[in-house]
């Protein structure tokens, strides 16, 4: 099987890092986090990849070429401008023959694949989208009246949690039909489509820990996080 990896946003988000180089190449620890992402899939037996670029693209070219250094096989599908994450996957259509493993570049997960397309194959659908646990604690409390404006609640700094996406999926090729070739396209519009067609589609629910380097902040976390796992190992 094999695995596509969308690569090609602009990272509008985290400039100035990404003037000089596109978001999946920033460093995390002693690596770029694409290479992490590339590394994890070929733990989990996925050594044939499909990267999709565009902004800075040789920046990803040239450091991973035919993916030989790692032990794979790595070929790229460019696109001119931003694609959305729906346009992008559009444009791999014939680089796929079949079932497909889809990750974001933005984002490192530390799970089972294994298990997911394990998960996938026997519900038979037409795609899973891996899902984890996630919480998060508003430092600011809500405050609730009626309509003459009384105070009836106070929610001292709520928590939220739920399952999310982590941008990681099991996909069988048809699910491409849903997404116009040539414009910019939403990932979530393509499942938009799929579901009011009637397509099923399930959601794996994996424990573990995933990155995301989607903005300043959550790069500077990441960042941090490796940098004391790569002292540890040091």
Same mark, same amino acid.
């Given at each position: ?22 978001? @999946?190449?920033? @460093? +995390?620890?002693?690596? @770029? ?59 791999? /259509? ?61 929610? /001292? ?16 090729? #048809? ?27 399930? +959601?794996? #629910? ?29």
């Amino acid at each position: 099987m094999k695995a596509v990896i969308l690569a090609g946003g602009l990272g509008t988000r985290l400039r100035p890092y990404t003037f000089f180089a596109p978001k @999946p190449m920033l @460093p +995390l620890g002693d690596r @770029p986090l694409l290479e992490h992402i590339l590394l994890g899939l070929k733990d989990h037996g996925f050594t044939d990849a499909v990267i999709t670029v565009s902004y800075l693209r040789r920046a990803i070219e040239d450091y991973f070429r035919d993916g030989s250094d790692l032990g794979m096989k790595i070929e790229y599908v460019r696109s001119d401008g931003p694609m959305g994450t729906g346009g992008q996957l559009k444009t791999v /259509e014939g680089r796929v023959d079949d079932r497909f493993l889809l990750v974001y570049a933005d984002m490192y997960v530390e799970a089972d694949f294994r298990k997911l397309v394990e998960f996938h194959e026997s519900k038979k659908g037409l795609a899973t989208v891996l899902v984890m646990p996630y919480r998060e604690t508003l430092k600011y409390g809500f405050l609730d009246s009626d309509d003459q404006g009384r105070l009836v609640d106070w929610r /001292e700094k709520p928590e939220f949690k739920g399952w999310i996406n982590v941008g990681c999926y099991v996909m069988e090729k #048809r699910f491409l039909d849903y997404i116009p070739a040539g414009k910019m396209f939403g990932m979530d519009e393509a499942f938009r489509l799929a579901m009011k067609a009637g397509e099923p589609i399930y +959601l794996h #629910r994996s424990e573990g820990d995933f990155v995301d380097i989607g903005d300043k902040k959550s790069y500077m976390a990441a960042y941090n996080k490796y940098l004391q796992k790569l002292g540890r190992i040091l």
